[in-house]
């Protein structure tokens, strides 16, 4: 069956550590993968998008991986700072389908 | 602003009832999404629609139907609520060429008593 899976429901991480969430994924060929950020009682908030053929996209203090072969990608916030405290989705589109199929999420907690 | 808003954001009602939420996009996005986020904050799609094709979940009861007036709106209508309906609901659009990624409205929390 297809699945895509956060590594971690949740995460602690000390300010000024750079926290790394994973995302790996089953049965799916994705032309892409993305980046969300969710706040509670907000919607889902586009980060970042990579394509299979890249290997890695940076934007600011944000960097993502994409290994196909692995299946899996890796979400990087370095500095991290206690604003950056939320739950980030992962997400990717099934192939030849314009739906986007989300992960189960990472609540990330930056402690001053 | 341009932004996609939906209504209600809160929505109480009692089982077997029927009800609409709506949701307007003023991005010009191509394409409009319902998407549902249950207690385990899993955020699961619906329906997605464009001008020319209805995508529908085949897990999705037929007690739901979007209806789509024109380009910019999708609304969500839900008959014969059951308790199991209770989430938050999310509307979404997108522009077709994939570069870009959702955006989001704000949620309805529908909660079926």
């Known amino acids: 069956s297809q699945k895509i899976e956060q590594n971690s429901e949740a995460l602690n991480i000390q300010e000024g550590k750079t926290a790394t969430l994973t995302c790996n994924y089953t049965n799916y060929s994705p032309a892409y993968l993305q980046w969300y950020r969710q706040d509670p009682g907000r919607g889902p908030v586009f980060l970042l998008l990579i394509r299979e053929n890249e290997k890695e996209k940076r934007k600011e203090r944000l960097k993502v991986t994409f290994d196909t072969t692995l299946k899996q990608s890796l979400f990087h916030i370095t500095a991290s700072q206690p604003a950056d405290s939320a739950t980030y989705l992962c997400?990717?589109?099934?192939?030849?389908?314009?739906?986007?199929?989300f992960g189960t999420g990472t609540r990330l907690t930056v402690i001053p | 602003d341009t932004a996609v808003s939906q209504t209600p954001k809160y929505l109480v009602t009692q089982m077997g009832n029927d009800k609409s939420i709506k949701c307007e996009q003023n991005?010009?996005?191509?394409?409009m999404y319902w998407y549902k986020q249950d207690s385990k904050k899993f955020l699961k799609i619906m329906f997605s629609?464009?001008?020319?094709?209805?995508?529908i979940n085949e897990t999705v009861p037929n007690r739901f139907s979007p209806k789509s007036p024109d380009k910019a709106h999708l609304n969500l209508h839900i008959n014969s609520l059951e308790l199991g309906d209770s989430a938050v609901y999310f509307c979404?659009?997108?522009?077709?060429?994939?570069?870009?990624?959702?955006?989001f409205g704000s949620g309805t929390r529908l909660t079926v008593v």
């Open positions: 979404a659009s997108s522009q077709d060429n994939g570069n870009y990624g959702y955006t």
């Open positions: 629609y464009n001008n020319k094709e209805l995508i």
């Open positions: 991005l010009g996005h191509d394409t």
């Open positions: 997400a990717l589109d099934a192939s030849g389908a314009n739906n986007l199929f």
